[in-house]
């Protein structure tokens, strides 16, 4: 059974840090792609960051360069979301779901309807 379980999230002051994790189990981690994705009480569904386990290649949304960092351990099947200088507009549900890989260097994808494999989420709140 696959499964992606999503921790870390809480509250947290302007320019403070929180460190996500995302752990994987029931698939071969290393031929996905995974990707951590918030949402916004009344908005959509947008990606953050994404992280392709064959290559370690990574990509960012704008909104969060220089901020958060995404790394992945493969022995631990878990990838890192490391979340600094946060801003009150980072509050959101945030998500990792996992995308095959057809080809290892495939280029990074950060839409959501590509993803196969989601987690529940956890919830970061930042109170400024």
């Known amino acids: 059974e696959v499964q992606l379980v999503e921790s870390g999230g809480g509250l947290v002051q302007a320019g403070g840090s929180l460190r996500l994790s995302c752990a994987a189990s029931?698939?071969?981690?290393?031929?996905?792609?995974i990707g951590w994705f918030r949402q916004a009480p009344g908005e959509a569904r947008e990606g953050v960051s994404c992280?392709?386990?064959?290559?370690?290649?990574?990509y960012y949304e704008d909104s969060v360069k220089g901020r958060f960092t995404i790394s992945s351990d493969n022995a631990k099947s878990t990838v890192y979301l490391q979340m600094n200088s946060l801003k009150p507009e980072d509050t959101a549900a945030y998500y990792c779901?996992?995308?095959?890989?057809?080809?290892?260097?495939?280029?990074?994808?950060?839409?959501?309807?590509?993803?196969?494999?989601w987690g529940q989420g956890t919830q970061v709140a930042v109170d400024s």
């Open positions: 779901a996992a995308r095959l890989l057809y080809h290892h260097d495939e280029p990074p994808l950060l839409n959501p309807y590509e993803y196969d494999y």
């Open positions: 992280i392709n386990n064959s290559d370690g290649s990574t």
């Open positions: 029931g698939f071969t981690f290393d031929d996905y792609e």
